[in-house]
Structure formats: structure tokens, C-alpha cells
T-cell receptor
């Protein structure tokens, strides 16, 4: 079954600390993987997208990694800020098919 | 450039009532989508459109209808609302399918 699982479900960190969010998928055949940020009460906004041949991609303080062999991805946030408080959604696309969304990790950054 | 807008932002319905959610985009995108987001579940595709005048079923289409009479608008209709349709509804659009999607702010619907 094509699934995307994220961990942890929720995470609380202090401002300035780093954190890593995990995404495991069983989607096949794999086309690409995208991380979205969703602020409370808003729609998701794309952070990064990676294809099969890409191992890492950065967007400011956000760095995503992809291991297509183990079907795992991570999103690392460096020097967290209060504005990083949001849900982070991992989305995998099957080749020639739809997007499959993970349930998200809810991150809360406290001062 | 407003991007993707959704109307209304909030709505409360009684079981059996009908309503239409409006999605509008000003980016000249061909593809438009309607999703629902429920607690503990990922976004699920309800219906989508690959161009003006076209619609197609997604993962959870039952109880919903859609229309795309104009390229910039995508309407989602509930003919007879049920409590199970209580959810947050997101519209998205994109120039190519299905990788690049830009989401609207969402509509929170409660069916009593």
C-alpha cells in the first residue's frame, strides 16, 4: 500500500535549537518528495522538492535529505525561530499518479 | 496577485443543507484541486480539474460535485451535507500536474 508516515507527530523545542523531522514512505514507483510548511489556519506552502537522484536540498534554514534506497527523508531545521511553529507535511508523488500526503508533524517553538 | 483565494472562510450547515465553496486563482493555472483535511489524516483529494470544462474524481469524491466553467474558478458543491463532511477544505492550483500546487487558505466547514 502506498503510504507516507511522519514522525514525531508533535515536537516542542526552544527557540534557537535545531530539530529533525522524519518521513518514511512506501510509495512505488517513486517520482519525487516534497516538504510543505502549513501555518495554523493557512494552506500548505512548499519548502523543498527532491527527485530520485537528489540527496539533499536546502531552503534557508531548512535542509531536506532523501535516501531513496531506504525510502526515508528528513527535514532539518537549524536555529529555530518562533515563526517555525507550524505543521510540516511530507508529500510523495507516485510516477504518473497522484500525490500522497503524510499526516504531518506539528512543531511548536517556544521562547 | 492574490494567488488562490477561497470563499467562504468559515461555514456552519445543518444536516441536509446544501452549499457551494468557491475557489479562484489568478495565476492562469490549468490544474485545480479540492482537498479535505481531517485531524490525524493527510490531505485527501476530492476532485480535480485539468482544464476549463473538465473535472475528475479523486480519492474521496462521494457526496461532492464540482464544476469548472471558467479557467480561474473551481466550485465544490455539497448537495446534502452530512456530519461526516465536517472538515477543512483546501483548494489548490498548479501549472502542471500534479507536482507544483499552490494552496488557498482553506474553508472550515462544520455540519451539525
Amino acid at each position: 500500500k502506498n503510504q507516507v508516515e511522519q514522525s514525531p507527530q508533535s515536537l516542542i523545542i526552544l527557540e534557537g535549537k535545531n530539530c529533525t523531522l522524519q518521513c518514511n514512505y512506501t510509495v512505488s514507483p517513486f517520482s519525487n518528495l516534497r516538504w510543505y510548511k502549513q501555518d495554523t489556519g493557512r494552506g500548505p506552502v512548499s519548502l523543498t522538492i527532491m527527485t530520485f537522484s537528489e540527496n539533499t536540498k536546502s531552503n534557508g534554514r531548512y535542509t531536506a535529505t532523501l535516501d531513496a534506497d531506504t525510502k526515508q527523508s528528513s527535514l532539518h531545521i537549524t536555529a529555530s525561530q518562533l515563526s517555525d511553529s507550524a505543521s510540516y507535511i511530507c508529500v510523495v508523488r507516485r510516477t504518473g499518479d497522484k500525490l500522497i500526503f503524510g499526516t504531518g508533524t506539528r512543531l511548536q517553538v517556544f521562547p | 496577485n492574490a494567488g488562490v483565494t477561497q470563499t467562504p472562510k468559515f461555514r456552519v450547515l445543518k444536516t441536509g443543507q446544501s452549499m457551494t465553496l468557491l475557489c479562484a486563482q489568478d495565476m492562469n493555472h490549468e490544474y485545480m484541486y479540492w482537498y479535505r483535511q481531517d485531524p490525524g489524516m493527510g490531505l485527501r483529494l476530492i476532485h480535480y480539474s485539468v482544464g476549463e470544462g473538465t473535472t475528475a474524481k479523486g480519492e474521496v469524491p462521494d457526496g461532492y460535485n464540482v464544476s469548472r466553467l471558467k479557467k480561474q474558478n473551481f466550485l465544490l458543491g455539497l448537495e446534502s451535507a452530512a456530519p461526516s463532511q465536517t472538515s477543512v477544505y483546501f483548494c489548490a492550483s498548479g501549472p502542471v500536474a500534479p507536482d507544483t500546487q499552490y494552496f488557498g487558505p482553506g474553508t472550515r466547514l462544520t455540519v451539525l
